[in-house]
């Protein structure tokens, strides 16, 4: 059975879907809390040791994530996203609120903020792949694609509210302060999230092998898929191209231009607003047309968006570039993942999601050090330039690949 006899005959807009209105009030919820969540943590350790301390405080979360974000996806797929989800946000918010009472009886040193951070590096590798695997349970098929550009709105807002938040919070009472702010967001999300009914998966797509035997099912099930398999390297190749010039490339990029720091919130700025724009025109269009040609050609064009990044002298001529980056970047992103979710088989949406973010977010930071040294090495041009170059190559990749370049979304 197919993920296409999934759907209903008829659909509810999915801003009219109060399940799906429950999933989104949840999910910004826990977006929120994660960036007060992390502003805490970094201030906290920036406040108790050395940067190179603090730097390894905030990078420990990152290797659970990694090592156990197939399991997550497996663990999504046997107990249900739900079940899962809930439990990541209700981890999250008692380590959240544990720390803030700490914070408030005493000064502890960094392992116990490094503990803390591996705890929510090991809750991220749960929740990610079951939060990807939560749509096609809540909402139609033909809706997924209005979903995506709904969280990608929802992420948006996190990000641009939730350091300011964890900002005030810290003005005014401290880390401590951010991580009960942090924890009481988590705790937003729990009524809305036991809230949700999912649609029950046909018998026999349940998961009924062990562990193991469930991950290799869908390892297998993702390299024979025609369209997904191929989806995975793109989205490896985009963000191996990407994330290393906007994380620690614009850095440095404004230190040699004397930006400054605000120069790097500005260029943040334009990138968080054109990628805004392109969550929005999904969520208002629902569907675009040639929806895996269009991807490949925004990702393409988005790459020489990378490469004018280091050849821009002028602020406000750069902030104009990230703009068009993150436009462009957030119209390809949010089309790969609607992709993912009207062609993915519901049983196995947890464990492709799972390597979906495993090459978003487990394999591509990796490339920060390599960024940040080649920079110093060779200058910002020639690094924006290969980056750009990989960033061009997955969208390459799609229009030469005849599944993934006639790839569409369902009609609304």
């Not at 059975?1 to 949840?26: H, K, N």
């Not at 502003?39 to 990078?59: C, D, F, H, I, R």
């Not at 988005?302 to 002298?313: D, E, I, N, Q, R």
Request: hydrophobic share 55%.
């Amino acid at each position: 059975m197919t993920a296409a006899t999934v759907a209903e005959p008829t659909s509810r807009p999915a801003a009219r879907s109060p399940q799906v209105l429950r999933w989104l009030g949840a999910y910004t919820a826990s977006t929120l809390g994660d960036s007060v969540y992390y502003l805490a943590l970094s201030w906290a350790a920036v406040s108790s040791g050395s940067p190179a301390q603090a730097g390894l405080v905030m990078t420990v979360a990152a290797v659970p994530r990694a090592l156990l974000m197939l399991v997550g996806g497996v663990l999504a797929d046997r107990l249900g996203p739900r079940r899962v989800v809930i439990a990541s946000d209700a981890v999250r918010c008692l380590s959240a609120l544990g720390l803030a009472a700490i914070l408030f009886l005493a000064s502890p040193g960094l392992w116990v903020l490094a503990a803390v951070a591996v705890v929510f590096g090991t809750v991220d590798a749960l929740f990610l792949p079951a939060v990807g695997a939560l749509p096609p349970r809540i909402a139609d098929r033909d809706q997924l694609a209005r979903v995506q550009g709904m969280r990608g709105l929802a992420y948006r807002m996190g990000a641009v509210l939730g350091s300011p938040l964890g900002g005030l919070a810290v003005a005014l009472g401290g880390s401590a302060t951010a991580f009960t702010v942090a924890g009481v967001l988590f705790a937003l999300s729990l009524p809305l999230l036991c809230a949700l009914k999912l649609r029950p998966l046909p018998t026999e797509e349940r998961t009924d092998g062990t562990a193991l035997r469930d991950l290799v099912d869908g390892l297998r099930y993702l390299r024979r898929h025609r369209v997904l398999g191929p989806l995975m390297i793109v989205v490896l190749l985009a963000d191996l191209g990407f994330v290393g010039p906007l994380n620690v490339g614009l850095a440095l990029l404004a230190q040699q231009r004397g930006w400054g720091a605000s120069g790097i919130g500005w260029i943040l700025f334009g990138f968080g607003a054109g990628a805004g724009a392109a969550s929005l025109l999904l969520t208002v269009c629902g569907r675009v047309p040639r929806a895996g040609a269009v991807s490949g050609w925004t990702m393409v064009l988005g790459a020489l968006s990378v490469g004018a990044l280091a050849h821009v002298p002028l602020l406000p001529a750069a902030v104009g570039v990230a703009l068009s980056v993150g436009l462009l970047a957030g119209l390809s992103g949010a089309l790969c993942n609607a992709l993912v979710q009207t062609e993915c088989d519901p049983a196995y949406l947890g464990r492709v999601s799972a390597v979906s973010s495993l090459c978003s977010l487990g394999f591509a930071p990796l490339t920060f050090p390599l960024t940040g040294a080649a920079i110093g090495l060779w200058g910002a041009g020639p690094v924006f330039a290969v980056s750009a170059g990989v960033c061009a190559l997955s969208g390459a990749y799609v229009l030469l690949v005849p599944a993934l370049r006639k790839a569409e979304l369902p009609r609304s």
